[in-house]
Nanobody, 120 residues
Framework: VQLQAFGGGSVQPGGALRLSCAAS????????MGWYRQAPGKQRELVAN???????DYADSVKGRFAISRDNAKNTVLMQMNNLRPEDTGVYYC???????????????WGQGTQVTVSS
């Protein structure tokens, strides 16, 4: 199983970016898919999470600015980030809970990080 993340980059405060992540490989089912971020000198934190039933969770700091969505048929998750702030700067990681067959337990998988920099 592999998670491939796309997007990221550098923007000015108030700008927008879109991240996408695609899971590939032997996949039976995916439960949670989401995004974490890690700023320099800080611990990795949850940014947004999407469950298979469509429910979502957001960090308080991004509510109203970020929107997560997913396509279960394509095993992809997207995150639209609007009104970006300097404190949103960090490396963003895609994460998914995946079962590879009907007997396997759910396993966390991580994508490669993608850098988001918000600076004037």
């Amino acid at each position: 199983v592999q998670l491939q993340a796309f997007g990221g980059g550098s923007v000015q405060p108030g700008g927008a970016l879109r991240l996408s992540c695609a899971a590939s490989g032997t996949i039976f089912s995916i439960n949670d898919m989401g995004w974490y971020r890690q700023a320099p000198g800080k611990q990795r934190e949850l940014v947004a999470n999407s469950r298979r039933d469509g429910s979502t969770d957001y960090a308080d700091s991004v509510k109203g600015r970020f929107a997560i969505s997913r396509d279960n048929a394509k095993n992809t998750v997207l995150m639209q980030m609007n009104n970006l702030r300097p404190e949103d700067t960090g490396v963003y990681y895609c994460n998914a809970d995946i079962r590879t067959n009907w007997r396997s337990p759910r396993t966390h998988y991580w994508g490669q990080g993608t850098q988001v920099t918000v600076s004037s």
